[in-house]
T-cell receptor
Framework: DAKTTQPPSMDCAEGRAANLPCNHSTISGNEYVYWYRQIHSQGPQYIIHGLKNNETNEMASLIITEDRKSSTLILPHATLRDTAVYYCIVRVNAGKSTFGDGTTLTVKP | DGGITQSPKYLFRKEGQNVTLSCEQNLNHDAMYWYRQDPGQGLRLIYYSQIVNDFQKGDIAEGYSVSREKKESFPLTVTSAQKNPTAFYLC??????????????FGEGSRLTVL
């Protein structure tokens, strides 16, 4: 399964958009891109996923490049409660699911 | 309510003892996973199972064992062979096959401390 690379940390001002990048240059054609976030000492929560088209839901937007080698998670109006560790993973449905170290997003007032 | 239940939430053990962490799900999911998380680090995959009576090693399986005798249960045993067992352990599940989301659902975790 493909590995992902994320920056270890990012800051964002409250009310502004948070753009979290992820590189997955070895992704294969049947692997989806998933994003999760983890608030301290809790289990990660699903945010969004996609295969090749851009996706949007009530929480976030996911932009996947045309070559599928990278993606960006967008939180359109970050709040203090969005401070968390964000993980980008790639996987085939119900297959081996490997997480990296994620990006620690700190939203500042 | 449907979900994943991990127990115990906190566990202390002495060196040299085996300990078993419970993970139960009532989501009718086919696949289940165990992850380990150390302070300030990401999740590392220990074992996963895609179907009853079958499981595969993840990236850090040494010193751990699992069983999958029932679809809803995937217990993890931390054996005395695991050199640094103190960690936060997370169980997850997901549905196999063509599904709308296919996301992982996580339990609340079990924190193991070796004294």
């Amino acid at each position: 399964d493909a590995k992902t690379t994320q920056p270890p940390s990012m800051d964002c001002a409250e009310g502004r958009a948070a753009n979290l990048p992820c590189n997955h240059s070895t992704i294969s054609g049947n692997e989806y891109v998933y994003w999760y976030r983890q608030i301290h000492s809790q289990g990660p929560q699903y945010i969004i996923h996609g295969l090749k088209n851009n996706e949007t839901n009530e929480m976030a937007s996911l932009i996947i490049t045309e070559d599928r080698k990278s993606s960006t998670l967008i939180l359109p109006h970050a709040t203090l409660r969005d401070t968390a560790v964000y993980y980008c993973i790639v996987r085939v449905n119900a297959g081996k699911s490997t997480f990296g170290d994620g990006t620690t997003l700190t939203v500042k007032p | 309510d449907g979900g994943i239940t991990q127990s115990p939430k906190y566990l202390f053990r002495k060196e040299g003892q085996n300990v078993t962490l419970s993970c139960e799900q009532n989501l009718n999911h086919d696949a289940m996973y165990w992850y380990r998380q150390d302070p300030g680090q990401g999740l590392r995959l220990i074992y996963y199972s895609q179907i009853v009576n079958d499981f595969q090693k993840g990236d850090i399986a040494e010193g751990y064992s699992v069983s999958r005798e029932k679809k809803e249960s995937f217990p993890l045993t931390v054996t005395s062979a695991q050199k640094n067992p103190t960690a936060f352990y997370l169980c997850a599940s997901t549905q196999e096959g063509r599904v709308i989301k296919g996301e992982l659902f996580f339990g609340e975790g079990s924190r193991l401390t070796v004294l």
